[in-house]
């Protein structure tokens, strides 16, 4: 482990993964000062090819990206920040650089996450924790899951939580030997064979015949197919060819000078048609209140949102509770109380700016600059709706004064550009100005890490939707990396607003309250993105849209959207998801589904369970715990492999 000085840092190094928003609690040798620094920590590729984990402070962040990262300032915040003015080194940036920490992944022995997988540890020394970091948007899962790509571990069986990084032992070198002699592989034995090993659990059909597919070569075409010359008759390779035809867009080949190997595509099942319902009327709605007022069947009140919506004429009364102004367990009397409270509150805080003199908001500078940001978006928000149009409208006052008091309420967020689009649907729908607060104050809760100062909640937003879609939706996902589009960056708007300038007053007020009900899964405001990309598929690929045309096409999409559509596609893309054999923890992270690892395990040191039999078309393979090896039954084919070395690795 080390902390690198400003000569220590290589310049041609390479991102393999980022995450944003993680706080340097601990490391030994650091002054005091240098802790509880907000960074982001990164999986980084050396120019040797050396791999490392860095971890780089935002100031640093910050001053390198004035220049190059420009496309993130879409979002105008007050804040202070250094920044360098030309392209020499300053003092500042000198400093940063040498608060960099960096651990090389080949001295890493051990990390460990606690606290929720909030909270992650590094060690390079046994019994020794050097470096400790909290994550302050979500957790470590999906930074561990790509650590896991670059490094081999295994869990440690008193703390389930703490990972050991796994250094090759004599058995694994023998059964490394044991591959190399049968000369299947060009690249490293290593590498292939755990490889093998750490799929095998999860994969056991797939893995098994991608390491065997040269076997079958061998056993058809003996030492030919090693050579690459096949004596077969034209005959046989017409009778090839057509058998094949029918695999060719479910199979990929990667072909060497030795051997060919085809591995199956993972494939999604079919998407459900999911109709939707009809929205919640208000005979139901009073119908799920019991004598006193009290809601208890609050998840079925969200099943029947989520399907359908609210109807209109009760949308002012649901609102408060799909956004936490209203508890749903208060009695109506409870709830006159608990109104009358939250008014003296808002006019208590309204009263805070309003009182404040001319010589305060003088000497107030950052107060003064909000106010100023919320005045010039105010004039310019909804000015075509009936509600906020024409000169002198109060209802831009009411508007106004809402984000100042808000101001006032959240000081350390105060006022971000896009927010007033948050609220204006809200005081058309509400009319009153203090349920209108607190119903944004809800709102905002829900989404604002949307609003940080370092836009790191947005950066994870985009990471996030563009893993999704790479699954969801390969083709679109090739498409766009092909088009330097991959990044997501013309989705910000989407993201940012929730879809507010994509939709009518209208679409937005149904999209929001089924959004608002958190079903059917975490962040499905991402799979709306997905369905609608996915439903521009065609035109993006077969006019071969580029850069500038993604960017024209999606804003051309504004108000051209079937509201009620795009949420059928959406549940059908969450459904078609889960229900995919091959679907990775990365996306279970990302939809707030329980990860394989994070299943229950037994406290006992037993044997691990049998895998269940798997089958395909053309061949078996099943695991046999009693005598602890994996058959392959492959054409007539058997071979078997002993298995346990293989189970002690994973163990």
């Not at 924790?129 to 909290?134: L, S």
């Amino acid at each position: 482990m080390s902390s690198s000085s400003v000569e220590d840092i290589p310049e041609q190094c390479r991102d393999l993964f980022t995450q944003d928003g993680v706080l340097l609690k601990g490391s030994m040798g650091r002054a005091i000062t240098d802790l509880n620094s907000i960074g982001m920590l990164c999986i980084v590729q050396n120019g040797d090819s050396s791999k490392c984990i860095e971890w780089r402070p935002n100031d640093l962040i910050t001053i390198d990206s004035d220049t190059q990262d420009q496309e993130w300032a879409v979002v105008n915040t007050i804040g202070r920040r250094q920044r360098t003015l030309s392209g020499h080194m300053t003092s500042d940036y000198a400093a940063a650089r040498a608060r960099i920490i960096r651990i090389p992944l080949d001295e890493l022995k051990t990390f460990k996450c606690s606290r929720n997988n909030q909270q992650m540890q590094f060690s390079t020394k046994p019994g020794v924790w050097h470096n400790t970091f909290y994550f302050q948007h979500g957790n470590a899962e999906i930074f561990v899951a790509n650590l896991k790509n670059h490094v081999k571990t295994a869990k440690t069986r008193h703390d389930r939580n703490t990972y050991v990084v796994v250094e090759p032992n004599i058995e694994s070198q023998v059964l490394n030997r044991s591959f190399a002699e049968l000369d299947i592989f060009t690249e490293n034995t290593t590498d292939v064979v755990w490889n093998f090993v750490s799929n095998f659990k999860q994969r056991p059909y797939a893995t098994t015949m991608e390491a065997f597919s040269k076997l079958n070569d061998i056993v058809y075409y003996g030492n030919e197919a090693v050579n690459g010359k096949r004596d077969v008759t034209e005959e046989v390779a017409d009778l090839l060819t057509k058998s094949m035809s029918a695999l060719e867009d479910a199979t990929s080949v990667t072909r060497s000078d030795e051997y060919e190997v085809i591995n199956v595509k993972p494939t999604l099942p079919p998407r459900p048609c999911i109709p939707r319902g009809t929205p919640l009327s208000t005979e139901k709605w009073e119908g799920l209140h019991d004598t006193e007022g009290r809601i208890t069947e609050v998840e079925g009140v969200k099943q029947l949102i989520f399907r359908g919506g609210v109807a209109h004429s009760i949308r002012h009364s649901v609102w408060k509770y799909l956004l936490d102004y209203y508890p749903w367990r208060m009695t109506h009397a409870e709830l006159k109380v608990l109104q009358k409270k939250r008014t003296e509150e808002y006019f208590s805080m309204k009263l805070q700016w309003r009182s404040m003199t001319e010589g305060q908001e003088a000497r107030f500078s950052e107060y003064r600059d909000r106010k100023s940001l919320v005045e010039k978006d105010v004039n310019r928000t909804d000015r075509t709706h009936p509600f906020f149009a024409g000169d002198n409208n109060p209802n831009l006052q009411v508007l106004q004064d809402i984000l100042l008091t808000y101001v006032m309420y959240n000081f350390d967020l105060g006022y971000v550009q896009g927010m007033s689009d948050i609220l204006a649907p809200l005081l058309l729908l509400l009319g009153s100005e203090v349920d209108s607060f607190w119903c944004f104050v809800g709102f905002m809760d829900k989404i604002a890490s949307n609003f940080d100062m370092d836009q790191a909640g947005m950066k994870q937003q985009l990471l996030n939707l563009q893993q999704l879609l790479a699954f969801a939706s390969p083709e679109v996902a090739r498409h766009l990396a092909a088009k330097d589009s991959e990044n997501m960056y013309f989705c910000f708007r989407w993201l940012l607003v929730w879809f507010k300038r994509e939709f009518s007053h209208t679409d937005i007020m149904r999209l929001w309250e089924v959004l608002w009900t958190g079903l059917p899964c975490a962040n499905f405001h991402l799979l709306v993105c997905v369905a609608i990309l996915d439903a521009e598929k065609d035109v993006l690929i077969q006019k071969d849209y580029g850069f500038t045309e993604i960017l024209k096409h999606v804003n051309d999409l504004s108000m051209c959207l079937d509201v009620d559509r795009i949420l059928s596609t959406a549940e059908g893309i969450y459904h078609q998801i889960i229900s995919a054999p091959h679907l990775t923890d990365q996306i279970r992270v990302i939809l707030g589904i329980p990860t394989v690892a994070a299943k229950p395990e037994p406290e006992t040191d037993s044997e691990p369970e049998a895998e269940p039999e798997t089958s395909a078309a053309n061949g078996n393979v099943t695991y046999n715990p009693d005598m602890e090896e994996v058959t392959l039954e492959y054409n007539g084919l058997q071979i078997s492999i002993v298995t346990k070395t293989v189970w002690a690795l994973l163990a």
